[in-house]
């Protein structure tokens, strides 16, 4: 096995009396697309500008690519990508002089690398547009060859599709899977849960906590032990206030047309005969799968 | 390296081109404030209104009169009868001097001790200081003249009655002409505005828009970013002195005469530590309007306490200390000096000296504020 791409070790950061990263500890190997799950405010965004040198640790250490992350953060930021949340575009240049100028910062002068970046992130035909004049979509676009421009073998990715239509990020995530194939190393943080399903590993982060941190699967395997019921009831409000009553169920909530039941005591026909008692009309009952926002909402509890 | 330093340099270049309001500023803040010291801000006193009230209605007191005609500072507008009519004219602000001949005047001349009274209105105190010193001027000159003609009448020798020797001389600005001494500060004034203000603000653009965190993590090192952020400023601060030199050179006719390599040779050196003020003041702001304020503030202190309007010795000794912390101060002894006198460097010792010390001081401390990091 080789070293890992990521290293962490007890990485700590407090900023006065609040704590935003606490104790946290990960490894990330190469070629990986790894998620960061997390509300807002949960610390990911300190994790990421701790390991790339932005932030100094409080306590812990990190080493990146091999380089430790306080000492050598100059190695580790000629060799990381990194798109930040709010996208690093300057509004009044264009597309190409925006990456011509990012190019130029890690001293790529070679113009046919700017016109392959352009052509990686599908920005072509877009060249001499100020980058105020477009969609967030492409914004988002730019901001990841931005982020591509010197070939790096690591990118960090800072929520990157947050206010980004479904379509556009769909194609995104496209783009991610591309790169990862290319050997590319991809540590992405999002508050979507959706997202978070297409990451290889995922890491579940709440009020600076590092609460678990693996496949998508084994997340759901190990974390909810009950089964799932999907619940078809008609009224569902007065279904869900039943059955919240109901002992022994973990956990119960709405889920558009139904509701979501997390239980391993409870049996299908308990909550049949339950709901008709308290004259709810019940259409149907199913075995559902967990999600990960049952491993979430199981986790922050 | 090279690379990454034009690549900031070119994107300066192009997003200042790009901002039609900051192209604006920088091309004819220069003018404006040019044209408003030359013209408005003039303290050249001329054509002051005045009454006068001859009670001795001679020969001697028409002469006297004369006199204050030929001399243009003083405009005879009223003549008057009496103590009230100037008072009131005084009041309602139709003039603003008073000259008073007592009936005797004549016989008193003869005399050799003919006295004659000017009331001032003081409420402006430029127009009213230099209306008294001119009024002097020209009695003592008058005085003069008169001596002379009595000893040559008399056939009396000069020795006798020395006249009265009041040689004024006024050197490098013999007229004392506003322009002259306003066009070098506003010299002054705009480079300190142009390149403080826009670094400050330059640079705190960048942590608003949140690039600064993209240039970070870049290869990119602290001076590189610094120097590729303010050099096309400092570019522009040269435009601005050469533009208000030219213009002040001649529309108003102020001279050049020191050497022009040195003009901007030390135009650079102050250049320098109004860099480090806006970059300074960058460290400091989170947003371009606290940058603006930032500056803002060290720049009122800096017109009023440097010499520009008032001169340094004429204030508070407090307040002298205060101002030798103003590079601003330096720099217009420096350009005032170059530009009326034509000195050489040798004469700017001290001031090339203090600017240095300043320049490296603010630039250091500026330098140590800003490193590559967010907290």
Redesign the interface.
Known sequence: MSLPVIYVENLTRRFGDFVAVDHINFEVNEGEVVGYLGPNGSGKTTTIRMLLGLLMPSEGEATVLGYDVVRQSEEVRARVGYMSQKFAIYDDLTTLENLTFYGGVYGITDKKRIIETLELVGLTGHEHTLTRDLSTGWRQRLSLGIALVHKPKLLFLDEPTSGVDPTARRAFWDLIYELAASGVTILVTTHYMDEAEYCERVGVMRDGKLLAMDTPTNLKKSIITGNVWEVFAHPLEQGLDVLQELEGVDRVGLAGDHLRVISSQIQQETMQKLLSKNNIQVERIERGEPTLEDVFLALAR | MR??L???I??EF??IL??PRTLVLIILMPIMQLFLLGYAATTDVKNISMAVWDQSHTQQSRALLDAFRVANYFSIDYMIGSEDEYRTLIESGKIRAALIIPPDYDIRLLEGKAQVSLVLDGSDATVGGTALSVAKLIGQSYATKILSEQTALTGRQAAFAPPLDVRTQVWYNPDLIAAYFNVPGVIGMILYFITALLTASAVVRERE???I????????RSWELVVGKILPYAILAFIDTLEILVIGHWWFGVPVRGHVGLVFLLSGLFVISSLGIGLFASTIANTQQEAFITVMITMLPSIFLSGFFFPIAAMPEFLQWVSAIIPLRYYLVIIRALLLKGVGLAALQNEVIALSIFAVVIMGAAALRFKK???
């Open positions: 690379s990454r034009l690549s900031i070119r994107k192009i997003q790009r901002d828009r949140g690039t965190e993209q240039l970070i993590v870049t290869p990119i990091r967010l907290d």
